[in-house]
Structures are given as C-alpha cells and as structure tokens.
C-alpha cells in the first residue's frame, strides 16, 4: 500500500499537503476511555430564576443515534416553535432515508450499485442539495491530502465496523479493500452535477458528515419557519446552536473527559456554531492485547491511533461533523496546520475555525489537550 508524504504547515487548503502526524499509542490507557461524544451540558447550570431552568426537547432516532432539539421554555415563541421543530425532525428521517447505506431504496445505495456493476464509466444524476454535499467531501479530500475520503467503506467493512463485528482482517484482506480505496477514482460533474466513478466496485459512504449536513438541512428549515433560539444534536456528538439559551448569550456545552467521563474537560458557549467530536471509543475491540477503533486511516487501510478525541468548532454543522473526523485521522499537528491555512484564507469572509484534540501521555491518567485557534 502506498504510503503518503509528510505534511507542510502552508499547503493544506491548496490540497497539496500530507496530512500525517506521528501518534503514539497508549495501550495502557486505551481501554479506559469513556464515551468520546460530548455531553450537553444540564439546564439547570443556567440562568438565575426557575423559568431559566426549563428547556423543551423533542428527539427522534435517526442515523442509528438520537437527534434532539432543545428549545427555551416559557417563551412566547414556543408554541409556534414547537411544530417547526418537529418538521425539521421529519426531515431528518426523509435525509436519512436519502444517505443511508442500509436501506436498498436510498440514493446513496443507488449510486454504489450502478457503479458495482461494472458500468463505471457511467455519468449518474445527484440530487442537487447531496451534490453540494459531495462537492465538499471532493474539497476536503483534497485539502486533507486524503485523510478525509468517503470511499473507505471497504475498509471498514473487511475490519468488521460495517455491521458492529470488529475483527482483525488478514494484511492481503486489508490489500484487496485498499484497492477499491479513493476519491480519486471519483469523478463529480458540476455543470451536470452527476457523479460517476471510474472503476467498478468503488463506493461511497457519508457516515463521516452526515449527520452535520442533515442538522445544517434541518437548520434551514428552523430559520424558514422563524425559529431564533435552539440547540440541535445528532447522538450528542454533533450539534449546532443558534441564538441564546433563555437570558444568556449562546448555549453552553461540554466536552467529556476520556479517562474519567463523569468529568468535562472543556466548556464552550456556542452562539450561531457548531460543534462536533469524534472518537473511536464507543466502537472498538481488542485482538492480542491491542486495541483497534473504527475510525480507519483511508491513506494506511489500517485504524487510527494515538489520540483519544478531535473536537471541532466551524461555521456549519457538516464541516464540524467533517473536520473532527478529518483531525482524528490527522493527528494534533497536520490539524494545527489545517486550522492557521483556514484562518489566514477565510478569516476575513467567514466565521473562524476552532479545534481542541484530546491525546494521551506517558502519565497514567494524563491527557494532553491541544488547542487550535480558541
């Protein structure tokens, strides 16, 4: 399997950048990392007066975790808000059903099976809102020198994540899905917005921002119907907030420390953001003493190590979602690097980017937090 060079600190919004850091991994502590999702912090830490203490939540389950809408109590906007929100929930199951790779009827299965044929010169149409969405996967990809890749479905599949069955494949398992790895092998037309890839038994899979491009959909739908003030998560690993929390400025959340869970590591106030953490500890196994999660290196075949979480503050919920992922796959100082090419290309046109990494140390019980643009 072809390795990659190493990063450069300036190239990475030109797509010519590497993007691998060296992690050490920590087998010792591995295994007791809690859940790497945030926890949204409680209610009742905000506001002074009892009203403050209230929020309403409607949830719905979709994309095999919870999504919730938190809305202030008592305002005068909640009985109009309350149907907006379950619309957006709505539209949550309808995206789901568009980007799932479980159902045969959805798009996503669509496209997979026409190019599996062995018809991969074929040009297929996308619909418009999910070819936006894999015009920036297209740009991430790019970006990330690779870290960031939809197509490593097969990857994930021969090491037994597809179906929550981890195991450990043979290297030439690992070889042979290795092979049909890459978005290079993905061809977008932008003029007709249709896809095609160009070699049979490629895929793709958007586990790794859908869930922030459903909210940022939902999102739209809020604002259409007025909606100012909510918070929305997707399994509490990505959420997007916009407006207050009652009287204070933005809604409060935490990042959950990964070797003592009941504790935050973290705080922020988000207003008009969203935020995302991504993790391998609620899905791994152990082979031989050593400890693999599911979120794999597209550019090694092989499960990332050496960090515990990747936390990412952006403008949209699909790049948060995106960036975490891309990050954890990176590693802390290709991320740095990525953050200070964003800040000095975007800085003055759009929200900033902002990101936390979690990794272990030699300390038991130690973590090193780094810090990128907060």
Not at 45 to 54: M, N, Q, R, V
Not at 185 to 214: C, H, M, W
Not at 274 to 301: E, K, N
Request: aromatic letters at 8%; a negative charge.
């Amino acid at each position: 399997m072809p390795d990659r060079p190493s990063s450069s600190r300036r190239d990475f919004l030109t797509g010519k950048a590497a993007g691998r850091a060296a992690a050490d991994a920590m087998e010792r502590t591995a295994d007791r990392v809690g859940e790497m999702a945030q926890g949204l912090l409680p209610a009742t830490e905000k506001g002074d007066s009892p009203e403050a203490h209230y929020v309403v939540k409607l949830g719905r389950r979709a994309m095999a975790c919870d999504f919730e809408i938190r809305l202030n109590a008592g305002s005068q906007q909640e009985s109009s808000d309350t149907p907006a929100a379950m619309a957006a929930l709505d539209l949550i199951e309808q995206l789901e059903a568009q980007l799932t790779v479980y159902r045969e009827t959805s798009e996503i299965l669509e496209i997979n099976r026409r190019a599996a044929d062995g018809r991969g010169s074929e040009w297929i149409e996308v619909e418009p809102q999910l070819f936006k969405m894999l015009e920036y996967a297209d740009q991430l990809y790019r970006e990330t020198n690779g870290a960031f890749d939809l197509t490593g479905g097969p990857l994930s599949k021969v090491w037994g994540f597809h179906d929550r069955r981890g195991r450990r494949p043979t290297e030439k398992e690992i070889e042979t899905a290795y092979e049909r790895v890459g978005w290079d092998k993905v061809e977008l037309n932008r003029d007709t917005q249709q896809i095609r890839f160009r070699e049979p038994g490629v895929e793709i899979n958007v586990n790794s921002l859908g869930k922030g491009y459903a909210l940022d959909r939902a999102a739209e739908l809020l604002q259409q119907a007025g909606v100012e003030d909510y918070l929305f998560h997707g399994g509490r690993s990505t959420l997007l907030a916009h407006g207050d929390r009652d009287s204070e400025q933005g809604w409060t959340v935490g990042i959950r420390h990964p070797l003592r869970p009941q504790e935050r590591i973290a705080r922020f106030s988000l207003q008009n953001q969203a935020l995302s953490t991504s993790g391998s500890a609620t899905q791994s196994f152990r082979h031989r003493d050593r400890r693999y999660g599911h979120l794999i290196d597209p550019r090694t075949g092989w499960p990332t190590e050496g960090i515990y979480s990747a936390t990412v503050i952006a403008p949209t919920a699909m790049e948060a979602d995106a960036l975490s992922t891309a990050f954890y796959v990176m590693g802390a100082d290709a991320a740095e690097a990525y953050v200070e090419a964003y800040v000095e290309a975007y800085c003055a046109a759009r929200p900033p980017l902002q990101a936390m990494l979690v990794l272990p140390t030699r300390i038991e019980g130690e973590v090193d937090v780094r810090r990128f643009n907060l």
